[in-house]
């Protein structure tokens, strides 16, 4: 199975930060990554497919860059809201595996 | 609007069976365009998928689980059903069902709020 590592696990950041998570692939995937976002108690929800299509609906300062083993979701500038756990999901073959997810806390 | 409902006990002993139904409305389920997945979060933990049913009835799953899960789905009620048999204290999760777009690379955009489902005696 493909091993999806995030880093970092957590952090820590304010409103109105720039904020990188990465995720690398244990082998190439291509561009075949997505990142989703997870808030206590809710159903994950889809922020980006393909590694650097936005989904409909959510806010532009989210992107996500990469292809092959090293993927990156960027916040431009945090909001209250983005204050969440995020994950990395890999489908390029089964299983569909997950990162481990990091956790963005409020500074 | 499509929505994914997920229903079943809340509460299963340990090596009994556990099955889950996804009601789904708003689409139908035997759509050539997408497949519908089943993933599952235990308790303070990380995603992790369970598997897959394509429209035509084929399924591929997670190899960790392979041996105890099967899914299926009945178009007629529009519903994805969800057995895992043998389950241990280790299966307690929140369960989810959700929609993934055939053509569309690692996006699931559509999920069910999850169900809890606790493993105990």
């Known amino acids: 199975a493909i091993q999806l590592t995030q880093s970092p696990s957590s952090l820590s950041a304010s409103v109105g930060d720039r904020v990188t998570i990465t995720c690398r692939a244990s082998q190439g995937i291509r561009s075949d990554l997505g990142w989703y976002q997870q808030k206590p108690g809710k159903a994950p929800k889809a922020l980006i497919y393909a590694a650097s299509h936005l989904q409909s609906g959510v806010p532009s300062r989210f992107s996500g860059s990469g292809s092959g083993t090293d993927f990156t979701l960027t916040i431009s500038s945090l909001q209250p809201e983005d204050f969440a756990t995020y994950y990395c999901l890999q489908d390029y073959n089964y299983p569909i595996t997950f990162g481990q997810g990091t956790r963005l806390e409020i500074k | 609007q499509l929505q994914l409902q997920e229903s079943g006990p809340g509460l299963v002993k340990p090596s009994e069976t556990l099955s889950l139904t996804c009601t789904v409305s708003?689409?139908?389920?035997?759509?050539?365009?997408?497949?519908w997945g089943w993933i599952r979060q235990p308790p303070g933990k990380g995603l992790e998928w369970i598997g897959n049913i394509y429209y035509s009835g084929s399924t591929f799953y997670n190899p960790s689980l392979e041996s105890r899960v099967t899914i299926s789905h009945d178009s007629s009620n529009k519903q994805l059903s969800l057995q895992l048999s043998s389950v241990t204290t280790a299966d307690t999760a929140v369960y989810y069902c959700?929609?993934?777009?055939?053509?569309?690379?690692?996006?699931?955009?559509?999920w069910g709020l999850g169900t809890p489902v606790t493993v105990s005696s």
């Open positions: 708003g689409a139908s389920i035997i759509n050539s365009t997408y497949h």
């Open positions: 959700a929609r993934q777009p055939i053509e569309v690379a690692a996006f699931f955009d559509f």
